[in-house]
């Protein structure tokens, strides 16, 4: 491998590989929101998806023919399962992955946001900071002092 990072990179891939399989099978976590919850099978699927395609777009419309679920249902049966949006639980999915990169890794904060499902590096500080609250930098500096 070559680059100046690629430990980290390596390191940050595993991360995410064990983050989801701790929020699949165990009910050992921080934040139980983010845990797949005790849903009907479709919901799992669907919670399942979201966990495993978190670095992408996803929208409502792709969610509906993935899943050949309308709008509106899949809209109600997603919060009376989770109690939060499809929106709001991935953009918590996100933020906590990349708390976790930010706290093991070194790996760049841009290359964080892009690898966490984010685009735009304000979005990406608002909502981390509305989460976590303090900045990513800021996060990243409370483990390296």
């Known amino acids: 491998c070559k680059g100046e990072y690629w430990v980290c990179r390596s390191r940050s891939f ?15 976590g921080v934040d139980d929101k983010i845990q797949l919850p005790n849903t009907s099978q479709d919901m799992n699927e669907i919670i399942l998806y979201l966990h495993t395609n978190y670095q992408n ?3 409502i419309e792709d969610l509906t023919k993935t899943f ?12 009376a399962s989770t109690g939060m949006s ?6 918590k999915l996100r933020v906590k992955l990349s708390a ?21 590096p304000h979005n990406f500080s608002r909502l981390f900071k509305k989460y976590m609250d303090c900045s990513p930098s800021d996060y990243r500096k409370e483990f390296y002092l």
Not at 14 to 27: A, D, G, M, P, S
Not at 68 to 79: D, G, Y
């Open 86 to 91: 499809i929106k709001d639980y991935l953009i």
């Open 100 to 120: 976790i990169m930010l706290r093991d890794t070194m790996l760049p904060v841009s290359e964080i946001m892009y690898r966490s499902g984010f685009n735009e």
């Open 14 to 28: 595993f991360l995410e590989i064990l983050f989801l399989i701790q929020n699949i099978y165990t009910n050992f």
């Open 57 to 59: 777009k996803i929208t």
């Open 68 to 79: 050949h679920i309308n709008r509106t249902t899949l809209s109600e049966k997603f919060r």
